[in-house]
């Protein structure tokens, strides 16, 4: 069984950073992982993702100020999100995803608020 466990967010002034963290253990077979965000009424979005060979794709919305990294282990695999400058429209919570092949099998963490405001 595949766990996902998120930690950082939190409250930030705009302008400020946050770094986000996630880890995946229980399987060898991930080949992605990714943030995700979402707000009440709204569909869940693609924030950042990072492939086992280190390809990297951004949202438009957090392009150039938002950083994923990622080390895929054999059994246990990470990331880390590193959020600067910031907006009120950034504010959200954040999901880590992490996805295995063969069948293809989306996990999930629990969801981590991010609040962005004066």
């Known amino acids: 069984q595949v766990q996902v466990v998120e930690s950082g967010g939190g409250l930030v002034q705009p302008g400020g950073s946050l770094r986000l963290s996630c880890v995946a253990s229980?399987?060898?077979?991930?080949?992605?992982m990714a943030w995700y965000r979402q707000t009440p009424g709204k569909e869940r979005e693609l924030v950042a993702s990072i492939t086992r060979g280190g390809v990297r794709i951004y949202g438009d919305s957090v392009r150039g100020r938002f950083t994923i990294s990622g080390d895929f282990g054999t059994n246990t695999q990470a990331n880390t999100l590193q959020m600067n400058n910031l907006k009120p429209e950034d504010t959200a919570n954040y999901y880590c995803?992490?996805?295995?092949?063969?069948?293809?099998?989306?996990?999930w963490g629990q969801g981590t608020q991010v609040t962005v405001s004066s």
């Open positions: 229980g399987s060898t077979a991930i080949v992605i």
């Open positions: 995803n992490a996805q295995k092949i063969a069948p293809t099998t989306n996990y």
